[in-house]
């Protein structure tokens, strides 16, 4: 409710309906008069704030310490208490991911060049003998250091970079290939093709390049494939629980949103532990990063349980098929957006 005056003419400014009361019985705004200070916009600032963060941490303690509760409270129309499921999955996706992408950023440089199993920095501290008995098997006779360096720029530039049968080297070629009845590849074999043919001009054919602007590419196609993973997982929930009527699809949307939400609060809780991992070394935090992962799956089967209200034997014979049928989708998603993903880079 603001503080500000209200007015004496009982018409409405936002839809002109004759106002009974302080609010408009057909729109909902207050009768207030128009003009405003600039203290009570910012008064009026910190008082949203401060109701979506009482709403967001009051939702987020039942979250997170009775799995499924929330979600029924939602069910049953209990909602005032509570911060809208979808607001607070945009917070809370906002927030996580802004965190990873600040975080995580592949770097050509951090790929490990490979030569007959071993890593090049293992093989550049070899002693003299080894060296030469380690270059003799993969080239046929024994290599200088300079012979090897060079060797090994020619590894990490993927001329055979492959996505597509054939390696061509432009388009024309392929294109003169093609036409002359030599190659018959349908449409996807064709754009494949051409995309090759594409990176391996683009970047040189250094396949370091290539492989960090798709891992970035990818990373970054992360919160579309959440999304577009949430009411198709609902959609999994209906089939599980299909017999039972009083659950329609958008209250198994629901307890998909606060699912979600909850392992977006679990994720950061594990992005926090690596970051001290990291910082101090102690390694004793990768069994915390252990049962966190775990406590998800558990949180799953809880949230189930509460939320769905049958027996222990069929909770768990669901959470078994939905992590099968979660697992499926996940692959399914992946190859999609990965090819998505490289045809857009």
Known sequence: MSHLKERNEKNCLNCNTEVQGKYCHVCGQENIEPKESAWH?????????????????????YLVRRPGFVSTEYMLGKRASYLNPV?????????????????????AKNVKTDVNGKDVETVKKMDSATFSAFTKKIHGKPMTRDEFAHYVDTVRKLGTFKIAPGNYKSKEEYDSLLKAGVKKHNWLERRLVYKQIELNEKYQRDGNKI???????????????????????????KMLYYRRKNFYYTNHAIFSIHLYVFVFIALLL?????????????HWID??????????????????????????????????????????LIAILFVIFSLFSLLNI
Not at 41 to 61: A, P, Y
Request: hydrophobic fraction near 55%; glycine fraction near 4%; charged fraction near 10%.
């Open 41 to 61: 916009l910012v008064t009026h600032f910190f008082n949203d704030i401060t109701h979506f963060d009482g709403k967001f941490f009051n939702t987020l303690k």
């Open 87 to 107: 607001r607070m999955y945009v917070f809370t996706s906002a927030i996580f991911f802004l965190i990873f992408f600040s975080l995580n950023h592949f770097d």
């Open 211 to 237: 492989l960090a602007s798709f891992i970035n590419a990818l990373e970054h196609s992360f919160p579309q494939m959440l999304f577009i993973s949430l009411p198709l997982f609902a959609f999994m929930l």
């Open 270 to 282: 594990a992005i926090g532990l690596s970051q001290l991992k990291e910082y101090t070394g102690w």
């Open 287 to 328: 069994y915390l990063l252990i049962i966190t992962g775990a406590y998800i799956f558990y949180y799953l089967y809880k949230a189930m349980r509460n939320f769905y209200q049958q027996r222990r034997a069929k909770t768990i014979l669901k959470f078994l098929l939905l992590l099968i049928m979660l697992w499926i």
